[in-house]
Each structure stands twice: as C-alpha cells, then as structure tokens.
C-alpha cells in the first residue's frame, strides 16, 4: 500500500484530499503545517505528500526544502496544492525540488495523472452505472435532505455522499432517478457537478 501524507491547515481541504484517496486503499496520514509535516513525514516515510504551499508555522516550500535534506526523504513526490501559483511560487517550487503542483479545490483526473506517472501505478476502472438522460423528470428529496446532501458535497466527503444517495432510492422509489445521477457523479469525483446539481434543486424548492 501507497503511503500519501496529507498536509494543509484547514480542516475541510484535508478532509477533501481524504476523502478522495480512502477509498482507493492508501495508507493516510495529515499534517496541519510545514513543520508538523516534517515530522509526520521523518516517522511515516511516506511515498507522497500533497503540501498545501501557504500554512501558518511554517508554509510548504519551507518544509520541503527541509525534507529534501534528509536522506530517507529524497525521493519522495511532494505534490504542492495552492488556490493559485504565482510566477514566484514556481521558483520556489523549483528550488525546493517539488515534483509537480495542483490547483485547490483538488480535481480528481489531474491528481490521478500524477500519481499515475510518479508512483508507477496503473488505474482499473469499473464500469458505472449509466446517469439518467439530461431530460428524464427528477424527484428531488426533501428541502432538509437536499441541504445535508449539498453540505456533504462541499465538504468533499464522497463516500458518505454516495451511501446517503443510496439510502434515499432504498427509501422512496421517486426519488431513484436523482439518486443514480447523483451516484454517477460521485463515481466520477465531479464534484462542481454535484454541487451544481444539488443548489439547483435546492434553490427550485425556495
């Protein structure tokens, strides 16, 4: 099993990251800032850390320049995640010896390509369930349900998305269309879609 250190300050960006590496059966472990990854990193010996680049304490480059000097650490992938890479971030970037950056909130296929192309891995795809036709009626679940799904969404949290959206076509046969669309996006981490989805929703019952 792949290890992959999860660092960032905030809260739901890990959970994020979390969420969507679980599933796929690696080894995790998060870290709250430059320094405490340092430590995390020296202990776990992990074969990647995504570092977010601007944290309190001490921000990412500060800390993988740090881990690049220490022998064990030399070739671990150090993926950096920032909201946006300023022409500066990429210098420091280079001469912290970072492999590669992705853009916050983390898009599923690039990070898939680069864990893909760093670690050697070859991703097997299941076959999804095929998501309704754009035009067949959906039956939206109730307000509160619509509101606990969509804050589900934004956390990042996709496993229990998924497992609430099944719930819901066990509970009432009207609500199966939504459901398997929802479920569709899920399986295929299209997280800006399922938000879009559920606020759609969500505004048409106001």
Do not use: C
Not at 136 to 149: K, N, S
Not at 150 to 157: C, F, I, N, P, S
């Amino acid at each position: 099993r792949r290890k992959v250190l999860v660092v960032d300050d905030i809260d739901s960006n890990r959970s994020l990251a979390i969420d969507l590496l679980k599933p796929l059966g690696f080894e995790l472990a998060q870290a709250q800032d430059g320094r405490q990854a340092i430590e995390r990193a020296q202990s776990l010996a992990p074969d990647v850390i995504l570092m977010d680049w601007r944290m309190p304490v001490m921000d990412g480059w500060q800390a993988a320049q740090q881990i690049r000097q220490i022998p064990v650490l030399q070739n671990t992938v150090i993926i950096g995640m920032s909201a946006s890479v300023s022409d500066a971030d990429r210098a420091q970037s280079r001469a912290a010896h970072i492999d590669a950056f992705v853009p916050k909130p983390i898009h599923w296929p690039r990070l898939a390509k680069l864990f893909a192309r760093h670690l050697n891995l070859q991703w097997v795809y299941e076959s999804v369930q095929q998501a309704p036709a754009a035009d067949e009626a959906l039956v939206a679940p109730p307000p509160d349900a619509l509101a606990a799904l969509y804050e589900l969404a934004r956390m990042g949290k996709m496993t229990r998305l998924k497992a609430r959206a099944r719930e819901l076509e066990r509970l009432d046969g009207r609500y199966s269309a939504f459901a398997r669309r929802l479920i569709a996006l899920v399986k295929r981490m299209e997280i800006k879609q399922i938000q879009a989805l559920l606020k759609q929703h969500m505004e048409a019952e106001i």
